[in-house]
């Protein structure tokens, strides 16, 4: 059974940083991408980052790029979301989810992956 676990949230002032982690468990890691999305009260699940596990490519959306850095640590099956610089717009839930990488296509297009975490809140004050 695929698991995604995540952590690291809170409430951090803006300018502030964060990491997030997700842990992985049931599947075979290095075949798989792992994608970051988060979702603000009323708003579409919006694509952060994505890595995938097998050569490490890296995926970012246009507003968190410069800020944010996904890594991964394949021998403990974990992802991370390292997030500096942050802004009261990133204000949202933030979940992992990960799928086959010869599945996506679009690595920050949450349609495109099958298995997700429940996510983590994350909360940047002015």
């Known amino acids: 059974e695929v698991q995604l676990v995540e952590s690291g949230g809170g409430l951090v002032q803006a300018g502030g940083s964060l990491r997030l982690s997700c842990a992985a468990s049931?599947?075979?890691?290095?075949?798989?991408?792992i994608g970051w999305f988060r979702q603000a009260p009323g708003k579409e699940r919006e694509g952060v980052s994505c890595?995938?596990?097998?050569?490490?490519?890296?995926y970012y959306a246009d507003s968190v790029k410069g800020r944010f850095t996904i890594s991964s640590d394949n021998a403990k099956n974990m992802v991370y979301l390292q997030m500096n610089s942050l802004k009261p717009e990133d204000t949202a839930v933030y979940l992992c989810?990960?799928?086959?990488?010869?599945?996506?296509?679009?690595?920050?297009?949450?349609?495109?992956?099958?298995?997700w975490g429940q996510g983590t809140q994350v909360i940047v004050s002015s």
């Open positions: 890595i995938f596990s097998s050569d490490g490519s890296t």
């Open positions: 049931g599947f075979t890691f290095d075949d798989y991408a």
């Open positions: 989810a990960a799928d086959w990488e010869s599945r996506i296509a679009a690595p920050t297009d949450p349609y495109e992956y099958d298995y």
